[in-house]
């Protein structure tokens, strides 16, 4: 059986496409580049390693305009000001750079927090 990323296009806004595809830790980034070869609608992806505590945003072309490094640590900094979310932050590390970022020790509550933001942010 043939392995696919996340895209919850139902969830997606009329006339609008997703910038973002999620993949699960299982996908190797060699099967994602393949998928994705022939994917220009698509700017950036996601997956998760180390058994989902290692959250990784990755630019897939060049027309990706966020500092992936920058835009998860801001994203964390507004997560602070959220009561509930505020205990999850404990211990998470980001690093990366323009291209990519990899947030560590990170709770799936925050996974799908961001995964969800980041479909919000990146859909046109």
Request: charged letters at 35%; zero cysteines; proline letters at 4%.
């Given at each position: ?6 895209v919850n ?39 998760l ?76």
């Open positions: 059986m043939d392995k696919k990323p996340n296009e139902d969830k997606l806004i009329e006339g609008t496409r997703p910038k973002v595809l999620h993949f699960p830790g299982d996908f190797t980034l060699e099967e994602i580049n393949k998928l994705l070869e022939n994917r220009k609608d698509i700017i950036y992806f996601t997956r390693l180390k058994e989902g505590t290692e959250f990784h945003l990755v630019k897939h072309n060049k027309d990706g305009y966020f500092k992936l490094q920058t835009l998860e640590s801001q994203l964390l900094k507004h997560y602070e000001q959220i009561k509930d979310l505020k205990p999850l932050l404990e211990g998470i590390k980001v690093k990366g750079n323009d291209s990519f970022a990899i947030i560590d020790n990170i709770s799936p509550i925050l996974i799908e927090k961001m995964k969800n933001d980041f479909n919000k942010l990146l859909t046109k």
